[in-house]
């Protein structure tokens, strides 16, 4: 099959497009063929290398798959060959504790697919069985890609750790990235208003339309106070944190006394300096958060199915321009997904 493999750490020159062997699925594993992948940031990271995540070598990212099912075990009764899906990224042992009480996200051995294993920037991949989800018909293979992630992601901040309420105010970091699309929408199911902050006039423009109440453009306008002033002083009820660094000590600022900050992928660094101060006397909970529970993806791909939740893609690449897809991403140039197709 054709994939996008690197061999070696480094910039997106590393990227090859390249002959690979296909995938030879083990025990309870079935074989998918790949129409979309969507890009994460972890393709980012995986790439680069990170200091204490073995990444193995050579490898192929891509953790957002739709596709058909290509391959079954014979003993597999209710996935069928040709079936449309798409692939829960979270892989777990299923067997352990936290597993078995919805939070495989904690399990000891849980890893990402495209990430610590072989991933969708491929013609094919394989999975575990229990990873394979029913595509939502109402969804191309492109809008199919473009969700699982950063939508679990989203949901599990804002529902799983954070609570969210209605009539909350969330503050929404980066709207045009994945998971800022996947939580302006999901904030505003829950009835909360969305202050979204982006880059430019047009991605507040979007933003809106994804139903953010109210835009800052974080350019141009102080955060801490466009929030103090949307909000009559209270502060952000609910930050919705994955920049880290470049943001943190505004994000701590923002938040509203008795607030909840919620944290993940920290994108611009995680060595972030935190003003003790403000957390105690304000009382604000900082919540890590990671990934989330294959529940709570069953929860959002029923919201998709249902038109509650709408796919937001920003632009379509072909997999062998792996490279140039990841460049976009990391100019931030994006206004939601980019997915790759082989
Ligand atoms: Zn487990």
Redesign the pocket.
Known sequence: MKAVRFHQHGGTEVLQYEEVEDPKPNRGEVVVRVKACALNHLDIWARKGLPNVKIPLPHISGSDVAGTVEWVPEDENSIKKGMDVIVSPGL?????E??LSGM?NQ???YSILGYQVDGGYAELVKVPVQNIVEKPENLSYVEAASFPLVFLTAHHMLVRRAGIQAGEYVLVLAAGSGVGVAAIQIAKLYNAYVIATAGDEEKMRKAEKLGADFTINHYKEDVVESVKKITGKRGADIVVEHVGKATWEKSIRACATGGRIVTCGATTGHDAVTDLRYVFNREISILGSYMGGKSELLRVVELFRKGKLKPVVDSVFKLSDAALAQRRMEESAHFGKIVLQP
Not at 92 to 96: A, E, N, P, T, Y
């Open positions: 777990s042992c299923g067997r352990c936290k597993c495989d399990c000891r051995n």
